[in-house]
């Protein structure tokens, strides 16, 4: 059965600061999905990450995954407010697409 | 704008009643998904569907089913709701290829009473 985990599950974080959260996988897998919920909102995507070594960047978040070491990372640079949310990373099983998701990383960031 | 449209966002039903969520894409998406979203558990894959008349039980089935008649159209049905179907409920599409990785509906939260 394959398992996502994240760490941490809550940070609290002030403006500024650099951060990092974990996503480790049971399985192999060459396909990572990272998504932002806002309190009492759906998920949106964040990004799609396609093979090993693969690494995207979206203004202060950088993602990146190593399928050798069933790791992805989400870099947060010089946080901010408007980064406050909760962040799941998913992981492709192969059937019809289906994602297992991790247990989701609550951000707070701190003025 | 692509979208994936859950029919209602606050639902209340009381225990024993039969529940139908409907979700609809306008994406042409081969396959749709059902999650329910609890604090603390994440999101639990209850069924998806893969194609027209096609459903694949997911991690948690149990008192629920689905329906699709329809490429755009995924319903989930509660036979008979139970206070611990209490959640939110997500529905989501994605191309065969998933390389976009899945679009969610805003969810529908139901409350059984």
């Known amino acids: 059965e394959l398992k996502v985990e994240q760490n941490p599950l809550f940070l609290s974080m002030q403006e500024g600061k650099n951060y990092t959260i974990y996503c480790n996988y049971s399985?192999?897998?060459?396909?990572l999905y990272w998504y932002r919920q806002d309190p009492g909102k759906s998920l949106e995507s964040l990004f799609v990450?396609?093979?090993?070594?693969a690494v995207k960047q979206e203004g202060r978040l950088m993602a990146s995954l190593d399928t050798k070491a069933r790791l992805s990372t989400l870099h947060i640079t010089a946080a901010v407010h408007d980064l406050s949310a909760t962040y799941f990373c998913?992981?492709?099983?192969?059937?019809?697409?289906?994602?297992?998701f991790g247990t989701g990383t609550r951000l707070q960031v701190t003025l | 704008d692509v979208k994936v449209t859950q029919s209602s966002r606050y639902l209340v039903k009381r225990t024993g009643e039969k529940v139908f969520l409907e979700c609809v894409q306008d994406?042409?998406?081969?396959?749709m998904f059902w999650y329910r979203q609890d604090p603390g558990l994440g999101l639990r894959l209850i069924y998806f569907?893969?194609?027209?008349?096609?459903?694949e039980k997911g991690d948690i089935p149990e008192g629920y089913s689905v329906s699709r008649e329809k490429k755009e159209r995924f319903s989930l049905i509660l036979e008979s709701a139970s206070t611990n179907q209490t959640s939110m409920y997500l529905c989501?599409?994605?191309?065969?290829?998933?390389?976009?990785?899945?679009?969610f509906g805003s969810g529908t939260r139901l409350t059984v009473v």
């Open positions: 989501a599409s994605s191309a065969v290829s998933n390389d976009y990785g899945y679009t």
């Open positions: 399985t192999t897998s060459d396909r």
């Open positions: 990450l396609l093979s090993n070594g």
């Open positions: 998913a992981v492709n099983t192969g059937t019809a697409s289906k994602l297992t």
């Open positions: 994406m042409d998406h081969e396959n």
């Open positions: 569907s893969y194609d027209v008349k096609m459903k």
